[in-house]
């Protein structure tokens, strides 16, 4: 009884997100869309006059497109890592901020693979892949595990929203539009909160927890081991997978504290979102951190110390043309959260946002470095006298595409939240328990 | 007047009843007289033959030899051919005919190159020297083995193709190669823009979007000619045969490869990488010209290119001193 | 006055201009192409004469073979030319014609023929000649084996005037063994007074799967002789067989991947969906389980 009381406060006090956009969340809509819309012009150029209209040429012939697949890929694995691991750890704090996370991975699993296809030189030729595929190429591998990935994403997500869905629906003070409760009805697939139902949800749940942990780091290695098959210098590293698993979940942690952060502010959410969980969460950064930087460190050092002759040649080039991309992505990077968070006094809940928004930017950098770089300094000198084919820069193109993905990411982030409750309500209880509930331990 | 011109009409018939059947040691089985378009035996290639009435004329390919493999034909390799090519570092300088041929046969815009000279120093020490690089067609070729739609292939006859209607243009194989041989048609150049059935083993027409490289020109080594870097080379650099017959010629010379590697101690660049290919360097050894007579004759932007070496820079410095 | 002046400068600017596109028009139609005809003879062991002459046709781009050209032979003689036969070239500009090493063209001093083929042109092409002289010979090629040495053997005959044959006995005649694109040459082999000459064969000539071999001799571009070729074969090549190793069926850049990884890749696909399909499944049983509840509900 006080369960549903205490479900319908949590309700109607997140229904006003659900129920209407206010001034500011309709500009920032609209923004957003402007954005959007000049992705779509920049791609209709590129479709139309040939990708030469990019700063990829024959030597760096992956740019920023591939630096952003690489980036929001990473970024998935903040829900899956972490809700699936707080999930199977049985965290209480995590439930405030685990829809967040999930919609994180959601979004940027579908975001992710765009930028792929915008690599592609030849869009109308893409079933070709599923027709022809080649199971000893590595892209084989990573279509096939992304697919995987998404499925299993979903279905986790999905899960996990069931029982809020089943609250949306019974909701009935809830002022949204048919359509919207006709989608809470048929997608709660008729959960009820029975016993039997609980234990089946929570079975489907523990397995899929598990597998989306073990997709996260199948996934994100294979593609690292697109890079590290190759025998390009910089690229052949025996420690791509592992390194970019790490990569992947530090900036998905970065990106989960940001995105905690906005949310708490916009829909006021100060009562749930505390600072506990900031810094829980920037305790579990602070670990990723030490371990990316360690692999970073490691990286480098084998390269700088064997000083073979192409290594030697990458390194130069690093410290010479991106010096402080190079800094900003593996010192800064790594050493902000850790002072931030290691330290008691300087965790505030800005301090900790500030910090995880260094880290987001600086591992999209050290993706950049990763790619570019390399591709700069082949086996062979390049000898070509148009400077856009010895360095790479991005063209306007690139940068407007880029902008346009950011932006579809917080677009669908933002109508998710508005379709859904971003806080989890229907696990948070005041106070425990009924024996019948076996959700609290 | 308007005899003359019939007869011209008539020679011109004669010319396709009868002219093409003058050349039966080369005519292909199965080829007809061309009365009107759609003679059978017509593959839709032309080439261009001077007749006497004074034009240019356009032969279908069919009928004087073997016609270029389609996509399906290009699969299989030559029967008991397995290609190979030695290029003569002590006789190359820079001469670039290679260079223009290639783009020639294979109808490339000016920035696009298949074969590519370097001017190549292995230390600082070490002496400079110009570096003629097509395509390796590895026996253990990286470029295959992470192409996802199976665009690239290797056949039995050792030549690596692509096929330019199934590539989706991902660029793998351009990272996969480590020595930097593949090129994108990164925009529709209007020298792809010919009509003309497309055919893997000729890589012609280029497609955009799309990854092409050297194909050691197959469908000339079917004619029984050199390739066109091969033939156009004026001082015999590049050396073309078949490893198992063991005799690789320039057009002018002919030698047994094994004796020729032995030698002249023939190596492979990157040997290390494990790529295994196809195409070995003999060593610049007693070579009669300075290095820097490449750099004689070349145009602007190519000259501009080699700017970053060490030689340049060297032959700068000299001048800046004086 | 001004009427006059513009009209004078007019006509100038007329005159002027029709005599300009005249003028290309002429160098346009009447000024033939030049060609170029090259003309060699080769004495076969078939007792015949080979007369080849080739056209080309010069221009900006270089130049282009020309086909369908009516190529005349003649013999060169001193009453004048003879008519020995005409062909006409094929689409590679090439034009042969065969005839008997026996015959009755007069020779000169030297009991040399002298030929002459000869292109009369047109309007768009230029005439063009050329001459070769070359008294026929035979060259016969031979092998065999002393003390376990490999020769090959060559003779060579000329045919003289008054139908005799006596042997060559200066000129360098070529032996080698054809291969794909060009000849390899083995040996070179100088004739002695009888006319004959053997060389060593190597052992490590490569033939076919059988170890066949066709081995050609020729004398080419003789002051006297021209060109002369034979070829006999024999089986003293090594069998040709793939020095690369057989083709292997699964590897990583072959059409069809390697066992190990087809397998791989179906554990670990079933193991995952086979998750999936559990996960479903639950909810399946969750929906249905509700359907069921309502009717008891609303009792």
């Given at each position: 009884m006080s369960d549903t009381v205490t479900s319908d406060k949590l309700l109607r006090e997140f229904a006003p997100q659900i129920e209407r956009t206010g001034k500011y969340g309709k500009l920032w809509i609209g923004f957003l869309i402007v954005v959007i819309c000049y992705g779509w012009f920049a791609l209709y150029w590129q479709v139309s006059r040939g990708h030469i209209v990019t700063g990829m040429r024959d030597n760096v012939v992956w740019g920023v497109y591939i630096v952003n697949f690489i980036f929001f890929m990473g970024i998935s694995y903040a829900g899956a890592l972490i809700s699936g691991t707080l999930h199977l750890f049985h965290a209480e704090w995590r439930k405030p901020i685990i829809r967040m996370a999930e919609f994180i991975t959601i979004i940027s699993l579908l975001i992710g693979p765009c930028f792929i296809m915008l690599c592609v030189g030849r869009l109308d030729r893409l079933p070709n892949l599923i027709l022809f595929g080649r199971i000893q190429s590595p892209i084989t591998w990573d279509v096939i595990a992304i697919s995987t990935d998404i499925i299993g994403c979903i279905l986790f997500l999905y899960l996990a929203l069931l029982r809020d869905l089943g609250k949306m629906r019974d909701f009935t003070e809830l002022k949204v539009p048919q359509w919207q409760k006709k989608m809470y009805k048929?997608?709660?697939?008729?959960?009820?909160?029975?016993?039997?139902?609980?234990?089946?949800?929570?079975?489907?749940?523990?397995?899929?927890?598990?597998?989306?942990?073990?997709?996260?780091?199948?996934?994100?290695?294979?593609?690292?081991?697109?890079?590290?098959?190759?025998?390009?210098?910089?690229?052949?590293?025996?420690?791509?997978?592992?390194?970019?698993?790490?990569?992947?979940?530090?900036?998905?942690?970065?990106?989960?504290?940001?995105?905690?952060?906005?949310?708490?502010?916009?829909?006021?959410?100060?009562?749930?979102?505390?600072?506990?969980?900031?810094?829980?969460?920037g305790v579990i950064m602070l670990v990723l951190g030490a371990f990316f930087g360690y692999f970073t460190f490691s990286e480098y050092l084998t390269k700088w110390y064997g000083s073979e002759k192409n290594d030697e040649q990458l390194i130069q080039v690093l410290l010479k043309n991106y010096f402080y991309l190079f800094i900003l992505s593996n010192y800064v990077g790594v050493l902000v959260p850790l002072i931030v968070v290691g330290f008691k006094k300087l965790r505030t809940i800005r301090n900790i946002t500030i910090a995880a928004g260094i880290v987001v930017v600086a591992l999209w950098l050290n993706r950049y470095l990763i790619v570019v770089p390399t591709l700069e300094t082949p086996y062979l000198p390049i000898q070509d006298a148009r400077p856009a084919w010895q360095l790479y820069s991005a063209t306007w193109v690139e940068w407007a595409l880029t902008a346009a993905g950011c932006a579809m990411f917080c677009l669908l982030f933002t109508i998710g939240s508005k379709l859904i409750p971003i806080v989890q309500v229907s696990e948070l209880k005041e106070e425990p328990v009924e024996s019948g509930d076996i959700y609290l331990k | 007047?308007?005899?003359?011109?019939?007869?011209?009409?008539?020679?011109?018939?004669?010319?396709?009843?009868?002219?093409?059947?003058?050349?039966?040691?080369?005519?292909?089985?199965?080829?007809?007289?061309?009365?009107?378009?759609?003679?059978?035996?017509?593959?839709?290639?032309?080439?261009?033959?001077?007749?006497?009435?004074?034009?240019?004329?356009?032969?279908?390919?069919?009928?004087?030899?073997?016609?270029?493999?389609?996509?399906?034909?290009?699969?299989?390799?030559?029967?008991?051919?397995?290609?190979?090519?030695?290029?003569?570092?002590?006789?190359?300088?820079?001469?670039?005919?290679?260079?223009?041929?290639?783009?020639?046969?294979?109808?490339?815009?000016?920035?696009?190159?298949?074969?590519?000279?370097?001017?190549?120093?292995?230390?600082?020490?070490?002496?400079?020297?110009?570096?003629?690089?097509?395509?390796?067609?590895?026996?253990?070729?990286?470029?295959?083995?992470?192409?996802?739609?199976?665009?690239?292939?290797?056949?039995?006859?050792?030549?690596?193709?692509?096929?330019?209607?199934?590539?989706?243009?991902?660029?793998?194989?351009?990272?996969?190669?480590?020595?930097?041989?593949?090129?994108?048609?990164?925009?529709?150049?209007?020298?792809?823009?010919?009509?003309?059935?497309?055919?893997?083993?000729?890589?012609?027409?280029?497609v955009e979007g799309t990854v092409s490289k050297c194909d050691f020109c197959p469908d000339l080594a079917r004619e029984g000619k050199l390739p066109y870097c091969a033939a156009a080379c004026p001082m015999g650099v590049i050396y073309f045969g078949d490893i198992d017959e063991d005799v690789v010629t320039n057009g002018t010379e002919t030698f047994k490869f094994s004796e020729l590697i032995r030698d002249r101690s023939g190596y492979r660049y990157l040997e290390n990488l494990g790529t295994r290919p196809n195409v070995y360097y003999l060593p610049p050894v007693d070579r009669q010209f300075p290095v820097e007579r490449g750099l004689d004759g070349l145009d602007e932007e190519t000259l501009k290119r080699y700017d970053n070496t060490p030689l340049v820079q060297k032959l700068k410095n000299k001048e800046g001193k004086q | 006055?001004?009427?006059?002046?513009?009209?004078?400068?007019?006509?100038?600017?007329?005159?002027?201009?029709?005599?300009?596109?005249?003028?290309?028009?002429?160098?346009?139609?009447?000024?033939?192409?030049?060609?170029?005809?090259?003309?060699?003879?080769?004495?076969?062991?078939?007792d015949s004469l080979q007369l080849q002459a080739t056209i080309s046709v010069k221009h900006e781009e270089g130049s282009t073979n020309l086909a369908n050209a009516q190529v005349s032979f003649y013999s060169v003689e001193k009453d004048g030319d003879v008519k020995i036969g005409q062909a006409k070239t094929?689409?590679?500009?090439?034009?042969?014609?065969?005839?008997?090493?026996?015959?009755?063209?007069?020779?000169?001093?030297?009991?040399?023929?002298?030929?002459?083929?000869?292109?009369?042109g047109n309007t768009k092409f230029e005439a063009s000649e050329g001459e070769f002289g070359i008294k026929p010979a035979k060259l016969k090629v031979s092998f065999y084996e002393e003390d376990s040495v490999r020769f090959v053997k060559v003779e060579g005959t000329q045919l003289n005037a008054n139908g005799t044959e006596t042997p060559i006995t200066e000129g360098t005649v070529i032996v080698g063994v054809p291969k794909m694109l060009s000849i390899l040459k083995i040996a070179e082999i100088t004739l002695d007074s009888t006319g004959m000459?053997?060389?060593?064969?190597?052992?490590?000539?490569?033939?076919?799967?059988?170890?066949?071999?066709?081995?050609?001799?020729?004398?080419?571009?003789?002051?006297?002789?021209?060109n002369v070729k034979a070829s006999a074969d024999n089986k003293w090549g090594l069998p040709k067989h793939l020095i690369s190793p057989d083709r292997p069926t699964r590897e990583l850049w072959t059409p069809i991947a390697p066992l190990w990884m087809i397998i791989t890749l179906i554990i670990m696909l079933a193991g995952v969906w086979g998750h999936y399909v559990y996960a479903i499944v639950q909810l399946v049983m969750i929906n249905k389980s509700s359907k069921v509840k309502v009717p008891e509900k609303e009792s």
């Open positions: 048929i997608l709660a697939l008729g959960y009820t909160g029975t016993p039997e139902q609980q234990l089946m949800l929570k079975r489907a749940t523990d397995v899929m927890a598990a597998m989306v942990i073990a997709i996260a780091i199948i996934v994100y290695s294979v593609l690292a081991w697109i890079f590290s098959v190759t025998l390009q210098p910089g690229w052949h590293s025996t420690i791509f997978g592992p390194y970019f698993v790490i990569a992947a979940v530090y900036s998905g942690t970065g990106v989960l504290i940001v995105a905690m952060y906005f949310f708490r502010k916009v829909y006021h959410l100060e009562e749930h979102i505390t600072l506990q969980h900031f810094v829980n969460v | 007047m308007e005899n003359k011109k019939k007869e011209d009409n008539n020679s011109r018939r004669n010319f396709l009843k009868l002219g093409i059947l003058a050349g039966a040691g080369t005519v292909a089985a199965g080829a007809m007289i061309a009365t009107g378009k759609n003679a059978s035996g017509e593959s839709g290639e032309k080439i261009k033959v001077l007749t006497t009435s004074g034009e240019v004329m356009e032969v279908d390919k069919n009928f004087l030899t073997l016609a270029p493999k389609n996509r399906e034909e290009s699969h299989e390799g030559i029967p008991g051919r397995k290609f190979v090519m030695v290029i003569d570092l002590a006789k190359c300088k820079n001469a670039r005919k290679c260079v223009e041929e290639c783009q020639k046969g294979h109808n490339l815009p000016k920035g696009e190159e298949f074969m590519k000279v370097y001017l190549m120093q292995d230390s600082e020490k070490s002496a400079p020297y110009w570096f003629p690089k097509p395509c390796y067609h590895c026996d253990n070729p990286q470029c295959v083995s992470v192409c996802p739609v199976g665009a690239t292939y290797k056949r039995s006859d050792g030549i690596v193709l692509i096929d330019n209607e199934r590539c989706i243009g991902c660029k793998f194989c351009m990272t996969g190669c480590p020595y930097s041989t593949r090129v994108f048609a990164w925009k529709p150049d209007k020298e792809y823009d010919i009509d003309r059935p497309y055919s893997p083993e000729k890589s012609v027409p280029g | 006055m001004k009427r006059i002046k513009s009209g004078i400068i007019l006509a100038f600017l007329i005159l002027t201009g029709t005599i300009h596109l005249s003028a290309q028009s002429k160098a346009d139609t009447t000024t033939p192409a030049t060609t170029v005809l090259r003309f060699a003879c080769t004495s076969t062991s078939d094929d689409v590679h500009g090439v034009a042969v014609l065969k005839i008997p090493a026996h015959n009755k063209y007069a020779r000169n001093d030297q009991q040399m023929l002298s030929l002459k083929a000869k292109y009369d000459g053997s060389a060593e064969f190597p052992k490590d000539i490569i033939g076919d799967s059988l170890g066949s071999l066709t081995v050609v001799a020729y004398i080419e571009e003789n002051d006297i002789f021209g």
